[in-house]
Every structure is written in structure tokens, then in C-alpha cells.
């Protein structure tokens, strides 16, 4: 797995080091799809792979939460990928608004760079930035028409050009303070914190 790290201010979440022997993961098993793998390796990372007091919400399910249910909530992790979040800034103000003070909110979207246009063609067996090969992470096809179709297809499914300056920004007009934002394997992730009471 290869990082890059974007922005690491100062350390406010820390390295979580602690094996108690416990055999049962609840982040682990709600993250066990191997496509989820990636979400795993960071909140472990970022220190919050054996807090209880993590929700993680999958893409395509709905849930309801009322206040006395994220009172104690240290961390939100978000699944779906920005990109694909219908009224975003919307939903970043709502997260804002439900989260007690001084919690995170972690998810995660894929960068501009990585995303192909309707006429440009994928680099083949390169790595953009030296880091991925969009084919080899299912990013982009090898054939250029399909590469097309799903263009096509995302358009009509609200998916977004965001960039990190442009991921940043929301973040910061929503409430958040940004503490890390880091790629693996062509997505990236970040961890937000909740700064101010609302």
C-alpha cells in the first residue's frame, strides 16, 4: 500500500498501539469487503482501528441517528466516496452539525487527475505521480470506448471533479478543520475534526 501524505498538521490523532489480545474487531468486520480494505489500513493508521466509539456507514444504506446515539461518537467514517454524493455541501454541513465536539470525520474521493475524460485515452501500464496504474485499480478500462461509456454513465450518476484544494475548502466551510489527507492507491482519504460547538 503506498501513501502520500497532503496535509499532516499537528498531530491530533494518535497512533493506536495498543493490542489488548481482544479476537472480535467491530471496525474490522464492518471493513472486512476486500474493497474496504483500504478505509481499514487508514483509520488503523490514524489510530482509530480498535475505538468502539467509531460509526461506519456504508454506501447505499440509510441510517438514523438521533443525538443521544452520537454522543459519545469519537469518529464518523463515510464509505461513499464524495464524488458521488448528490447535494455535498449539504451533506457536510448535516454530518457537521450531528457530531459531538472535537470528533472526526474520515471518508474519502478520488482526485481530478485520476478521473478520464470523454477523448483522452488512460495511460497504459504507467503510474500516475509514480504511484498507481488506473487500469490495474479498476480506475479506467484498457479500452477506450468503454473508458467513454463510463464517462457517460458518471455524468448522469452526479459523480464530481473534486480536487484536494477543492475538498478542502468545503471541509473548512462546513466547520472542519482538515488534519490529514493522504492517497492510497489512487484514492484519498482524509480526517476531518469538529472544532467549534454548534
Known amino acids: ?6 496535509i499532516s498538521t499537528e498531530q491530533l490523532i494518535v497512533q493506536n498501539n495498543n493490542n489488548t489480545g481482544v479476537s472480535e474487531n467491530p471496525i474490522r468486520e464492518k471493513l ?10 487508514y483509520l488503523e493508521w490514524l489510530g482509530f482501528s480498535d475505538d468502539p466509539n467509531v460509526i461506519v456507514l456504508a454506501p447505499n444504506e440509510h441510517y438514523y441517528y438521533d443525538d443521544e446515539d452520537l454522543r459519545h461518537v469519537s469518529a464518523l467514517v463515510n464509505l461513499k466516496q464524495l464524488n458521488y454524493i448528490r447535494e455535498l455541501k ?3 454541513t448535516t454530518v457537521f452539525q450531528m457530531l459531538p465536539h472535537r470528533s472526526f470525520f474520515v471518508g474519502s474521493f478520488i482526485e481530478r487527475k485520476h478521473q478520464f475524460s470523454f477523448f483522452s485515452n488512460p495511460p497504459h501500464a504507467t503510474h ?7 487500469v490495474e485499480n479498476g480506475i479506467a478500462s484498457r479500452i477506450p470506448l468503454l473508458n467513454i461509456i463510463y464517462d457517460f454513465i458518471d455524468s448522469r450518476t452526479n459523480n464530481r471533479n473534486l480536487t484536494r484544494k477543492s475538498v478542502t475548502t468545503m471541509l473548512e466551510i462546513a466547520g472542519f ?3 490529514d489527507m493522504t492517497e492510497i492507491n489512487g484514492i484519498t482519504c482524509f480526517c476531518a475534526q469538529k472544532n467549534t460547538l454548534s
Open 1 to 6: 500500500m503506498e501513501k502520500n501524505t497532503f
Open 32 to 41: 472486512s469487503d476486500a474493497r474496504y480494505r483500504l478505509y481499514y489500513d
Open 90 to 92: 449539504d451533506f457536510l
Open 128 to 134: 500516475i505521480n509514480g504511484s498507481i496504474d488506473p
Open 177 to 179: 478543520r482538515l488534519l
